[in-house]
């Protein structure tokens, strides 16, 4: 409910949840978006004047934007026929006059919201932890979540780099029993290896020149909380044998320190690595592999739930707009349709910065394609490049598969057929690269010719 009056606030919220409503209130606007974007409401109470010199009949479209399956229903002590019609113009569902008896509007609340079903995945959202989506593969981490929670076995989540890692650990934390005790997350490859080590384990006074006093390590400070390690392929083979010692004998030793000190720390790794090949590559020890991995939960790429990405722009707009103070509507079902369609290399984090440029430049409410993939039109070096081609009535395999033909294409030629090089600049292993290559029959001996003839033609 949003109304500028503290009492009828009050009145009303004290009624509606004595007849069985939850009910959240609010004097304005700017309020009213951001529990939208939190949460899902069946419906909004809303009064018709919050301001002096305007109608809210203006916001109805507004709060649309942000949540389409909420029902909109105006309040007002002065309600006239035109007015009524033009708020159901607008979107409003209901109209309801102030000094009716209140039974009367609970009745017609009840009447409106009664076949209201909480399909929007807010609501699934808000009691998932903030991990939106309502695909098979958003179900199934779910439900991991809920059979690893209360056990305190090392996790290892795996996933390409944007698809949130780090909210899954934040919700396997959240949900377990130790959701009362700290959440430390640390990224192993943002740390310079010669610090990484007191990071993690902490040291004792005198344990090198700056070591003025003792300090934790954050294995000390997560005790008895979680303890996230991300991008633990970039550990540094010295720190993986300490790390796989303080696993197996949950112990730590601080350096420069005599003795161990106990730990209750529950442990989650996440990586975008594929760490079955760096062990086979000598970069990873297998002995930690396996004990890192005794409960595996797979993160899927957004390609792979394509049904995500509505209920992901929907989520992102409403924040958005209330953030930016915007009106920006849902994309209309074409754009939807190509948003479906982009494979999204970089993920829920690409989609959402996607949409963040949108809102900000959107015209007449709306969302553009071309401001949609602004930046990746300008980092193509050809128009016939560009992802937008890819959106079209095809299926979303067919488009996901000329988009990686393509992206093999263009990585070949930039390594002059150097499949190592391929591999260093795109981050995909080489066993990987060569089968993709395999599958998209490329030949990489043409692209080493192409790329020699263009620099012979150079030279002369």
Same mark, same amino acid.
């Given at each position: 409910?949003?109304?500028?009056?503290? +009492?009828?606030?009050?009145?009303?919220? %004290?009624?509606?949840?004595?007849?069985?409503?939850?009910?959240?209130?609010?004097?304005?606007?700017?309020?009213?978006?951001?529990?939208?974007?939190?949460?899902?409401?069946?419906?909004?109470?809303?009064?018709? =004047?919050?301001?002096?010199?305007?109608?809210?009949?203006?916001?109805? /479209?507004?709060?649309?934007?942000?949540?389409?399956?909420?029902?909109?229903?105006?309040?007002?002590?002065?309600?006239?026929?035109?007015?009524?019609?033009?708020?159901?113009?607008?979107?409003?569902?209901?109209?309801? !006059?102030?000094?009716?008896?209140?039974?009367?509007?609970?009745?017609? &609340?009840?009447?409106?919201?009664?076949?209201?079903?909480?399909?929007?995945?807010?609501?699934?959202?808000?009691?998932?932890?903030? +991990?939106?989506?309502?695909?098979?593969?958003?179900?199934?981490?779910?439900?991991?979540?809920?059979?690893?929670?209360?056990?305190?076995?090392?996790?290892?989540?795996?996933?390409?780099?944007? %698809?949130?890692?780090?909210?899954?650990?934040?919700?396997?934390?959240?949900?377990?029993?130790?959701?009362?005790?700290?959440?430390?997350?640390?990224?192993?490859?943002?740390?310079?290896?010669?610090?990484?080590?007191?990071? &993690?384990?902490?040291?004792?006074?005198?344990? =090198?020149?700056?070591?003025?006093?003792?300090? #934790?390590?954050?294995?000390?400070?997560?005790?008895?909380?979680?303890?996230?390690?991300?991008?633990?392929?970039?550990?540094?083979?010295?720190?993986?044998?300490?790390?796989?010692?303080?696993?197996?004998?949950?112990?730590?030793?601080?350096?420069?320190?005599?003795?161990? +000190?106990?730990?209750?720390?529950?442990?989650?790794?996440?990586? $975008?690595?594929?760490?079955?090949?760096?062990?086979?590559?000598?970069?990873?020890?297998?002995?930690?592999?396996?004990?890192?991995?005794?409960? $595996?939960?797979?993160?899927?790429?957004?390609? /792979?739930?394509?049904?995500?990405?509505?209920?992901?722009?929907?989520? =992102? &707009?409403?924040?958005?707009?209330?953030? =930016?103070?915007?009106?920006?509507? &849902?994309?209309?079902?074409?754009?939807?349709?190509?948003? #479906?369609?982009?494979?999204?290399?970089?993920?829920?984090?690409?989609?959402?910065?996607?949409?963040?440029?949108?809102?900000?430049?959107?015209?007449?409410?709306? +969302?553009?394609?071309?401001?949609?993939?602004?930046? $990746?039109?300008?980092?193509?070096?050809?128009?016939?490049?560009?992802?937008?081609?890819?959106?079209?009535?095809?299926?979303?395999? #067919?488009?996901?598969?000329?988009?990686? #033909?393509?992206?093999?294409?263009?990585?070949?030629?930039?390594?002059?057929?150097?499949?190592?090089?391929?591999?260093?600049?795109?981050?995909?292993?080489?066993?990987?690269?060569?089968?993709?290559?395999?599958?998209?029959? !490329?030949?990489?001996?043409?692209?080493?010719?192409?790329?020699? /003839?263009?620099?012979?033609?150079?030279? $002369?």
């Amino acid at each position: 409910m949003v109304d500028d009056d503290p +009492i009828i606030r009050e009145l009303y919220s %004290t009624t509606l949840k004595s007849a069985g409503f939850f009910v959240s209130t609010t004097a304005n606007t700017a309020d009213a978006a951001k529990l939208l974007t939190e949460r899902h409401y069946d419906g909004l109470l809303l009064d018709l =004047f919050l301001y002096p010199n305007r109608s809210s009949l203006e916001d109805i /479209e507004f709060f649309l934007g942000i949540s389409p399956k909420t029902k909109i229903m105006i309040l007002t002590a002065n309600a006239s026929i035109p007015t009524a019609v033009e708020a159901m113009r607008r979107g409003a569902t209901g109209f309801f !006059l102030k000094n009716q008896d209140l039974s009367k509007i609970i009745d017609g &609340l009840q009447s409106l919201l009664i076949d209201t079903q909480p399909t929007s995945t807010k609501l699934e959202s808000s009691n998932s932890y903030g +991990i939106i989506g309502c695909s098979k593969a958003i179900h199934s981490v779910l439900s991991a979540i809920d059979k690893f929670k209360d056990v305190d076995s090392t996790v290892l989540i795996t996933g390409e780099s944007g %698809t949130g890692k780090e909210l899954v650990a934040r919700a396997l934390h959240t949900a377990s029993h130790r959701s009362k005790e700290p959440f430390f997350a640390v990224n192993c490859g943002a740390i310079p290896e010669n610090l990484l080590e007191s990071e &993690l384990f902490g040291y004792r006074r005198g344990a =090198f020149t700056d070591a003025k006093t003792d300090k #934790k390590g954050i294995f000390e400070l997560a005790s008895s909380g979680t303890l996230l390690l991300d991008e633990i392929g970039e550990l540094p083979l010295s720190l993986q044998v300490k790390l796989l010692r303080a696993l197996q004998e949950k112990e730590v030793r601080p350096l420069g320190g005599d003795r161990a +000190i106990p730990i209750d720390t529950r442990l989650i790794a996440a990586t $975008n690595r594929d760490l079955i090949e760096e062990c086979e590559q000598g970069r990873f020890r297998e002995d930690l592999f396996y004990r890192l991995s005794v409960l $595996n939960l797979r993160i899927p790429p957004l390609r /792979e739930r394509p049904d995500d990405i509505p209920v992901l722009v929907e989520h =992102f &707009l409403g924040r958005f707009n209330a953030k =930016f103070n915007r009106q920006v509507l &849902l994309p209309k079902p074409d754009v939807m349709a190509h948003l #479906k369609a982009y494979p999204w290399p970089g993920n829920i984090r690409e989609l959402q910065n996607a949409l963040e440029r949108s809102v900000v430049l959107a015209q007449n409410q709306e +969302i553009d394609l071309d401001t949609l993939f602004e930046s $990746n039109r300008e980092s193509s070096h050809h128009a016939d490049d560009n992802y937008l081609p890819l959106f079209s009535d095809t299926k979303y395999d #067919k488009a996901h598969s000329s988009f990686e #033909k393509k992206y093999l294409v263009g990585l070949l030629k930039s390594a002059q057929g150097n499949v190592c090089q391929a591999s260093r600049v795109s981050g995909i292993h080489r066993p990987q690269l060569y089968r993709l290559i395999k599958r998209h029959s !490329l030949d990489v001996e043409n692209f080493k010719y192409e790329k020699t /003839e263009s620099s012979e033609l150079r030279a $002369n």
